[in-house]
């Protein structure tokens, strides 16, 4: 990475810090235009052009308080004089800048100190956190490590900001404490909410604001204080309505149950026990309690027992698995017997030696799906769903890149042991273990294996049965050939950490029974808590430690339809979609009767995407419902046969009304979508992705990849998987006021990638060209639009190469882009769209919370707002509350290494190393080592010696990793070492004279980890 943000910062002047000098911005009282402006969505009166823009000196907005306690208002005045999009005139009126202000800062909630605020949920932008309106006022949802604190956004009293403590003015003692946001005293406690105290931030948890209601919304699982115990905590959705009325305004009321998505879950009663001589049809769910010998020891812990990754031990009733093999220690781990958790096992010499065990949330007992076609009768008595492991032949052979696993010897294999869990040594990466499922039995000699073999291995493989219930291992042991497929342990989740699930959102209509609730609601979720060998390593980072119900282990994406009680579930791992509806009941959770299940049908995007006969089932990274419910946007985090099925496009839609169901991969139910994207968002009949590759305009030709197309619009009602249907939102081409903006697309590009530069006296870097999208990225949302699908879509644009100041068009700022009208893709020199840039973000790009690293924004429903996530180039203070002196004695962590530059630091903070750079004595930096997130950010770096520039690539002899780097070699570095950084070479702890040991360059030294904090930041967009 250090040689691509060495590139990418070329474009930049060749000074230090000073280079944020000048004075681009201006502050004082607000400023607001009135409703009449008419620059309100969607369309906007903010700057166009494509020049890049780096920003000038930042306004100084205290490094503890701001928010409302000054009402400050700033402008970013950058814009002024820069060209607009027609490449002449110039964008002139300061009368367009979009005001900006601070809404959090160190004590904006009651009770917690200091803490980071950010904007979005989990590092993402495509939620609707805001209420209906904020004109006049409204509720704004802001993030505290994953808190959801509510504060009323008072636009007409506190313009850009949200109101303090004080003019709540609420009865009956419920005024919050200190601060801006509600607190648990402000509860209404006849509804059933905790009623707590004016010194304790209410946390409303993960949510989504009504599309109707601008009082009300919805919390999904569990929040601190509320709703804490039990499935509901888990799987539950809980409204939450807010006061407006004079006297008690805040105070909320905590509304009922009205979804549970454990009745969308298979476990419990939608998977119940297999049972002998019963009839299953195709995609039936049944649960399989292990029995004693499809498990280590029959289930029972003993000291000097020898473990192999995957095996299975109980402890009351909690089934705990190997995440890494060994042989027991002499003492029992204190293993749950009850209240199971997926907690971690550590080894101990006094206790298991090298042995490590994860817990998995359950009993032993896992949950299979019938993949047979037709209806079958199941076998008249118990089988072994999980074969003894047992060794099957030392003389397997198989070819790098081949599945078909050989032996010349004996007649190991027979069609019984098809889906099991087998090991192939020597086959796996590097001659490593290689785990996998027999897919196909071909003779008692040849077998075919699920995924290809990494290595060659010709007659001295050793080939065993590991015994192991692997995540999509199946057994044919049961009559007639029924397969079932092992999809995860069964069990239903009582905690908000046993399930992971991502909010798909609320549809917008008032039409659930009896209410004035919306009719859906969908999320994605993970249960699967054992997994697969695949991938295992002898630390346990990979393989079975991998699958821990989180992120990209699951396979659940889950609609509830409220009106017609159904939830729907679709299971990306076996591609089937199975609805569970009530019979005898009433309510969301079928009070008085019981779910039945009923299969929709095979879904061939997943059982047979690519024609082959080869299914492509993978796990889950996000599911997002449109506003009208009636499409699911699914993220596939991972193929589960990524040899044979990466080529698939990582976006699927899943159209979920029944009644509409095709199997069809190109135009049925689930579709993977035309090309690529970045991120994105789901309007209500249209999706928005920034960034979609595989699009050129006219003959542009490499490396104009995509020509300038920064945002694409798929018609969801249509086929995705068909160019057809997908519309382009912004294009900006290479094409320059009717004129190239270079002679040819082969003359020669500056650097960075993506930064040319036109003709002229003066020479003036402009964009875009042919290559812009592929280093700049978005995290969208399309929360503003008012079901037209016409509004722009809006978020932080950064760029994925350096997330530093700015190199290109558009990177570090709030934007918003077009999406309508929509239309083919343009032809050259046509341009289409506007890309509106309101403010810079401010933010370093090198903050340990992801969320303001890539400074991650929430756009409000009325497309007036937009909040963003920032450390504002390090003046919010530090997390210690403490500013740093210089170091004297004692420990350099947290201290200067000398007085600081500028003066007055407030935090250990810096902007990422800068390559040519001459800095000042007292310069701090923050390098990254990649744009990963947070694990790819070091210490902070201090100058305390300058003789000339910094070299051309960020030090150090290899790449990715530099001298910077805290945990990964060559080398890493710690709090009081120092590094020589010049144009002639590189070295670690150079020898004081600097003069001598590192003439004509730059020593910085490593002063300990960042402590800035991060704040939410507001920027009005329609200047209303």
Known sequence: MNKVVAFVLLCLPAFGQAKYSGSDLRSGAGMFFGSGSGCAA????????????????????????????????????????????????????????????????????????????????????????????????????????????????????????????????????????SGIFLTTNMCNAASGCSSGSSSQAQDFGQLSFSLTDPNTLFTFGNNAYDITSGPVAATGVTPYTFSRAAGSVGVYTMGPTIVDFQYGIPAGNNA????????????????????????????????????????????????????????????????????????????????????????????????????????????????????????????????????????????????????????????????????????????????????????????????????????????????????????????IPQLGNQIWSAIGGTSRDSSYPGASWPRYYSVGASTNTYGTASGSTSSGSTGYNKYNNDQGSGVWAIQYDAVTNIYHLLNTATGIWTDFSCAGGGGYNCSGGSWTGATVGSLAAITNPLGTGQPCPFYVHNAKMSKNGLFILITMQAQYYPAACNALNNFYLWKTTTSGYSSSASTGSLQTTFAGMNHWDIGTNKLVAFNGSGFALGSCTAPCYTAGVLDTVYDLTGNVSSPGDVLFGTALNAYYNGSPRLANTSTPQSNPQGCYVTSGTPAVQQNPDCNLSEVLDSHLSVAGDNSSDTYPACGTTYNYATLGPATNAFQN????????????????????????????????????????????????????????????????????????????????????????????????????????????????????????????????????????????????????????????????????????????????????????????????????????????????????
Not at 50 to 77: C, E, F, K
Not at 95 to 105: C, E, F, G, H
Not at 825 to 841: I, K, R
Not at 968 to 974: F, H, I, L, N, Y
Request: charge should be negative; proline fraction near 6%; include cysteine.
């Open 272 to 491: 119940p026990a297999w049972q002998p001589s019963t009839s299953y049809s195709y995609g039936a769910y049944v649960t399989h309690a292990l029995t004693s010998a499809e498990m280590l020891n029959s289930g029972s812990w003993a000291s000097a027992l020898a473990v192999t990754a995957g095996d299975i031990i109980q402890s009351g009733s909690c089934m705990y698995r190997a995440v890494v093999g060994g042989i027991t220690g002499s003492i029992p781990p204190s293993f749950l017997a009850s209240n199971c958790k997926t907690d971690y096992i550590p080894s101990s010499s006094a206790y298991e030696g090298t042995v490590r065990w994860r817990g998995t949330n359950s009993a032993p007992q896992f949950i299979y799906q019938n993949v047979t076609s037709g209806t079958h009768t199941s076998k008249g008595s118990t089988f072994q769903w999980i074969a003894t492991p047992a060794t099957l032949t030392a003389l397997g052979s198989i070819t790098s890149g081949s599945a078909t696993l050989t032996t010349a010897s004996g007649t190991p294999f027979s069609a019984t042991q098809v889906g099991q869990a087998v090991s192939v040594s020597g086959a796996g990466s590097s001659g490593g273990t290689l785990y996998t499922t027999i897919l196909a039995y071909n003779s008692a000699t040849s077998v075919t294996l699920a995924v290809n073999a990494l290595t060659t291995v010709s007659g001295s493989a050793t080939v065993a049965i590991t015994g192991h219930p692997d995540f999509l291992s199946s057994t044919m042991g049961d009559a007639n050939g029924i397969v079932w497929v092992n999809v995860g342990p069964s069990y």
């Open 813 to 1024: 700022m709030e934007t918003c882009y077009s999406t309508y009208p929509t239309g083919t893709a343009p032809s050259l020199p046509e341009t289409q769209g506007n890309v509106w840039q309101f403010t810079h973000t401010f933010a370093t790009g090198t903050s340990a919370t992801f969320s303001t690293q890539f400074q991650i924004s929430e756009y409000s429903q009325d497309a007036n707002w937009l909040f963003w996530s920032s450390d504002w180039d390090c003046q919010n203070g530090s997390s210690t509350g403490v500013a740093p002196a210089a170091w004297t004695s004692g420990t350099y962590v947290g201290m200067l290494a000398v007085t600081a530059a500028p003066a007055n630091a407030s935090s250990i903070c810096g902007l990422p190393w800068a390559a040519s750079t001459t800095y000042v004595v007292g310069n701090m930096i923050d390098p990254i080592e990649g744009t990963g997130g947070s694990g790819a950010v070091d210490d902070v770096f201090q100058a305390i010696y300058v003789g000339g520039p910094t070299g051309a690539t960020q030090p150090g002899p290899a790449t990715p990793n530099s001298y910077f780097s805290t945990s990964v070699g060559p080398t890493t570095t710690s709090p009081g070492n120092t590094i020589c950084d010049s144009a002639s070479g590189a070295s670690m702890n150079p020898t004081p004279p600097y003069s001598t040991s590192c003439s004509g360059g730059t020593v910085w030294q490593d002063i300990g980890p960042q402590n800035q904090r991060g704040d939410v930041f507001a920027v009005n967009l329609g200047l209303n």
């Open 42 to 177: 969607p369309n906007f009166c903010a700057y166009t052009g494509v020049d890049v823009i780096p920003w000038g000196t930042v306004p100084n907005l205290s490094a503890s308080t701001n928010g409302v306690q000054n009402n400050a208002t700033v402008y970013d005045t950058s814009f002024l004089g820069h060209h607009n999009l027609d490449g002449i005139t110039t964008f002139s009126n300061s009368a367009y800048l979009s005001p900006v202000t601070r809404v959090t800062d160190a004590v904006s909630a009651a009770g917690i100190t200091r803490p980071n605020f950010t904007a979005g949920i989990g590092g993402s932008a495509a939620f609707v956190l805001t209420g209906l309106s904020l004109t006049g006022g409204g509720w704004v949802r802001i993030d505290k490590s994953t808190a959801g604190m509510i504060c009323l956004f008072n636009t007409a009293a506190y313009p850009g900001h949200c109101q303090p403590s004080s003019a709540y003015a609420n009865t009956g003692g419920q005024n919050p404490g």
